[in-house]
């Protein structure tokens, strides 16, 4: 018995002293975030020369859409052919099936049945040999989901914040093309500007293509904080969040709100209201370090959700966030980001040299499944801004940080997983 009680005891002292380690590790990183920040701000208070013109962003735009990276819905196809949406669903299908692999009660799921509970839903039977699509609008922050479901799928034990089911966070306004309807008929299979999967048909009102058109190209507000309260009436309690980035057509100004618009009908709008205290913008941010640095500043502390669940960003929809506030269109995606930008290449040997010679928050750094932003040096150590969602100590303890944080690449350094620095893959960079 003495012996089980010294057991017991001595569990919960190792416990307590990991744990401490752990709050104490992400309290430093925290805390240099902080001072690098500080500093980075002094730094670049009368950095204001333009680094990207406004013509070099459209440019670097167009090029992602030509890479099909970012999709202009207005320039898709009237109609899709069955075999090519069928295959879009089956493609998810399989993924489904194979990453799956747990449910939310942490429950293996046999291959066989990974796919039961979505299959039937997502209507395959249902289409037809040509399916005209419908144009949309956002009505509700919302959810993009790989089935039309709500349920909750991990490709790891124990992986509660990575749901693989979801896809992308939709905010009102957000314009869709829906190709498809579910079995139920409670979802629509509908492309994003960014990705494809299903959005719960309460919250999205079909329009015709000439109303999301006119919406579209009308003038914009821009949201430059991290987020913005959008309020249903003015003076009311009733409001939701637009979040950084976020392009918003309103009608006008007066001296308390932004009357920013929702379409009813193709000549009906619904007003909501923005206070004129929020943090917009008439325009899209000049690309200068000093805008650059104070966007980043924002951002700091921001919480990691996986595929932008409840509102928060990833690794890479941090970014595409981050770098809307200036009008420049990075994908959804990790992977998709790097690919998109123009890769500079290195040897091995040389990775830190490379790394030292890039220009400040235009280039990027990936390691497989995770994206940094290159934002120069301190004390001549490379730095980067991210949204990291955890590495481990030398002795393998995995540390949990989730959230946007300045750090210098040596994360992981001397643990299995090896440091972030010797993770990196790709180099690419905007310009």
């Known amino acids: ?9 001595s ?4 416990l307590s002293m990991t744990y401490s380690t752990k709050r104490q590790e992400v309290q430093r990183i925290y805390k240099n975030s902080i001072l690098l920040a500080q500093d980075m701000l002094e730094n670049s208070k009368d950095q204001t020369n333009v680094l990207l013109s406004r013509y070099q962003i459209k440019r670097f735009n167009r090029k992602m859409t030509k890479q099909q990276l970012i999709i202009d819905i207005l320039d898709l196809p009237s109609s899709y052919k069955k075999k090519k949406l069928k295959r879009f669903i089956k493609n998810d299908i399989e993924y489904i099936k194979l990453a799956g692999r747990y449910n939310k009660y942490n429950h293996l799921i046999p291959l066989e049945k990974r796919d039961l509970e979505f299959k039937r839903n997502m209507n395959v039977e249902g289409l037809k ?4 699509v419908q144009y949309g609008v956002i009505t509700k922050n919302c959810s993009l989901r790989l089935a039309p479901s709500y349920e909750y799928r991990m490709a790891k034990e124990n992986d509660f914040h990575f749901d693989i089911l979801q896809v992308q966070f939709l905010q009102r306004g957000d314009a869709v093309v829906v190709m498809h309807r579910s079995y139920d008929k409670k979802w629509y299979f509908a492309q994003t500007q960014y990705s494809r999967g299903w ?3 309460q919250n999205i009102r079909i329009l015709d293509k000439k109303t999301v058109e006119k919406y579209l190209s009308g003038k914009k507000l821009i949201v430059t904080g991290k987020k913005v309260k959008v309020y249903y009436k003015p003076g009311s309690h009733g409001y939701y969040y637009l979040y950084m ?3 918003i057509p309103f009608a006008k100004e007066d001296k308390h709100y932004y009357h920013i618009l929702l379409p009813l009908s193709h000549d009906q709008f619904e007003t909501n209201y923005i206070p004129v205290k929020e943090d917009t913008s008439r325009k899209y941010l000049p690309f200068t370090r000093k805008n650059l640095v104070i966007q980043a500043v924002k951002m700091l502390g921001e919480r990691y959700g996986w595929g932008g669940e409840n509102g928060d960003t990833d690794c890479s929809s941090f970014f595409t966030r981050f ?3 200036f009008g420049v269109d990075l994908p959804k995606g990790s992977m998709y980001q790097i690919k998109g930008l123009k890769r500079v290449r290195y040897r091995e040997k040389n990775k830190l040299d490379a790394i030292n010679k890039l220009t400040p928050f235009q280039s990027f750094l990936y390691k497989p499944g995770h994206i940094m932003l290159y ?3 301190y004390n001549e150590v490379p730095l980067v801004l991210h949204n990291v969602w955890k590495y481990r100590l030398p002795d393998d303890t995995k540390i949990i940080i989730g959230s946007v944080v300045i750090t210098d690449l040596s994360l992981g350094n001397d643990s299995s997983d ?3 620095f010797q993770q990196i893959t790709r180099i690419g960079r905007l310009y």
């Open 1 to 9: 018995m003495k012996k089980l009680i010294f057991y017991i005891l």
């Open 199 to 201: 959005i719960e048909q």
């Open 323 to 325: 770098f809307k506030s």
């Open 375 to 377: 934002i120069g040096t």
């Open 418 to 420: 090896g440091s972030f």
């Open 11 to 14: 569990c919960l002292i190792l």
């Open 245 to 247: 980035g976020k392009a």
């Open 129 to 132: 040999k040509k399916n005209h």
